[in-house]
């Protein structure tokens, strides 16, 4: 079964207003957890680090006062889409890894669509 | 920098034709490598993965070597179905750190019956 889950799994909004994404671990406790973007017929680009208890690592380019990403417990990451424009639109994916290992597990992701 | 090059798509093929999907890598030092795969309306998946040279990762009748002296990784499928139709990402890492995975660009595979 999933062992990462997101929500919602989509939403639509309109331009200006601040969308939350929440990426739930399932199974494990994850004190690091990342978020992907997805653009159509494109490869996942990695935005930012999630880290439990402390500030996340954002990738160069992304903005981190408009995506800004909260890991309040082992269990929860949430990013939030500040006044969100049309070109936010995409398909936003959270993973996490299993303690020491590689391999990442990924939530269904969230495809946000703003008007 | 660290890169990941996969061949372009969309891969058509007729069911039980025989797959192959180039995956060329770039990086500083030695990354384990992966291949992830998209159904569609789903999230990734892990498929298989290699950790060191000369390592074959296998899984549902998928195969893929890690080969250093190429930097390569493709994924075979001696046999392909309908329900392998998905875009396919290769993907690598390092160890340690934050386990960053860079991925390819993704090849869509449409197999028909």
């Known amino acids: 079964g999933a062992v990462v889950s997101q929500h919602p799994s989509w939403v639509i909004c309109k331009s200006g207003t601040s969308v939350k994404i929440e990426c739930r671990s399932l199974?494990?406790?994850?004190?690091?957890m990342f978020w992907y973007r997805q653009f159509p017929k494109q490869s996942l680009m990695l935005m930012a680090t999630?880290?439990?208890?402390?500030?996340?690592?954002?990738e160069q380019g992304v903005e981190k006062d408009k995506f800004l990403i909260n890991h309040a417990s082992l269990t929860l990451s949430t990013l939030t889409v500040t006044s969100a424009h049309p070109e936010d639109s995409s398909f936003y994916i959270c993973?996490?890894?299993?303690?020491?290992?590689?391999?990442?597990?990924f939530g269904p992701g969230t495809r946000l669509l703003v008007l | 920098g660290n890169s990941v090059t996969q061949m372009e798509g969309p891969v058509t093929l007729s069911e039980e034709a025989f797959l192959t999907i180039n995956c060329t890598y770039t990086?500083?030092?030695?990354?384990?490598l992966f291949w992830y795969v998209q159904y569609p309306g789903e999230g990734l998946q892990l498929l298989l993965k290699?950790?060191?040279?000369?390592d074959k990762g296998s899984n549902k009748g998928f195969e893929a070597t890690y080969r250093k002296e190429t930097t390569s990784f493709h994924l075979e499928k001696g046999s392909v179905q309908v329900s392998d139709s998905a875009v396919y990402f290769c993907?690598?890492?390092?160890?340690?750190?934050?386990?960053?995975?860079?991925f390819g660009a993704g090849t869509r595979l449409a197999v028909h019956p």
């Open positions: 999630s880290n439990e208890g402390s500030k996340a690592t954002y």
């Open positions: 993907a690598l890492t390092f160890s340690g750190g934050y386990n960053k995975l860079i």
């Open positions: 993973s996490r890894t299993s303690g020491g290992l590689e391999t990442q597990y």
């Open positions: 199974d494990f406790q994850a004190t690091t």
């Open positions: 290699a950790t060191k040279a000369d």
């Open positions: 990086a500083t030092g030695y990354p384990s």
